[in-house]
């Protein structure tokens, strides 16, 4: 009898469109993140040590925030953030555990990267998050990110519950 994370794993593969092309995907997924820190970069001038400080100052905040999204909203159904869960929980998690922590080919990327329409809109929101925030309309809180971490080692929801995602990977 297969291993329930193998009759997962196959299941979501089969699902997969035909046409799905890793290397374009995470070509796109690399690309948009360098276009974003040149974008960035191309913004500053003389920055001063004191500015210099925002850097692991933000990496710190960002990552608490991205944790905090990752353990209330990717593990725990909300109605806010079911389509998070059910990709996260539902697909990654059943797709990775114990044991399998591993990919078979680059097409398992589509379970562990982010799809490109999510970046697009979520690098709309940020970029105007960070208009409003330079023109003082907004604080500067990321709190309704919805970015999570790749690198995933544990969950808190056992893999025979979350086995039994019914979503459909979409490309
Ligand atoms: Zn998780």
Same mark, same amino acid.
């Given at each position: 009898?297969?291993?329930?994370?193998?009759?997962?794993?196959?299941?979501?593969?089969?699902?997969?469109?035909?046409?799905?092309?890793?290397?374009?995907?995470?070509?796109?997924?690399?690309?948009?993140?360098?276009?974003?820190?040149?974008?960035?970069?191309?913004?500053?001038?003389?920055?001063?040590?004191?500015?210099?400080?925002?850097?692991?100052?933000?990496?710190?905040?960002?990552?608490?925030?991205?944790?905090?999204?990752?353990?209330?909203?990717?593990?725990?159904?909300?109605?806010?953030?079911?389509?998070?869960?059910?990709?996260?929980?539902?697909?990654?998690?059943?797709?990775?555990?114990?044991?399998?922590?591993?990919?078979?080919?680059?097409?398992?990327?589509?379970?562990?990267?982010?799809?490109?329409?999510?970046?697009?809109?979520?690098? $709309? +929101?940020?970029? #105007?998050?960070?208009? =409003?925030? %330079? *023109?003082?309309? /907004?604080?500067?809180?990321?709190?309704?990110?919805?970015?999570?971490?790749?690198?995933?080692?544990?969950? $808190? +929801?056992?893999? #025979?519950?979350?086995? =039994?995602? %019914? *979503?459909?990977? /979409?490309?």
């Amino acid at each position: 009898m297969a291993h329930p994370t193998e009759t997962f794993r196959a299941r979501y593969r089969a699902n997969v469109a035909p046409h799905y092309n890793p290397w374009l995907h995470a070509g796109f997924v690399f690309g948009y993140g360098i276009a974003g820190i040149l974008l960035a970069w191309s913004s500053t001038h003389r920055i001063t040590p004191l500015q210099w400080l925002t850097v692991p100052a933000t990496l710190v905040f960002f990552n608490l925030c991205i944790y905090l999204v990752h353990r209330h909203l990717g593990h725990h159904k909300h109605a806010l953030a079911r389509l998070f869960y059910a990709r996260h929980t539902g697909d990654h998690h059943s797709f990775f555990t114990p044991g399998h922590m591993t990919y078979d080919s680059p097409r398992d990327w589509r379970v562990i990267l982010f799809p490109a329409w999510l970046i697009v809109s979520h690098g $709309s +929101v940020e970029i #105007s998050s960070t208009d =409003s925030m %330079s *023109s003082g309309l /907004i604080a500067p809180c990321g709190a309704s990110s919805s970015s999570d971490s790749i690198a995933l080692t544990r969950s $808190s +929801v056992s893999p #025979s519950t979350i086995i =039994s995602s %019914s *979503s459909i990977p /979409i490309v």
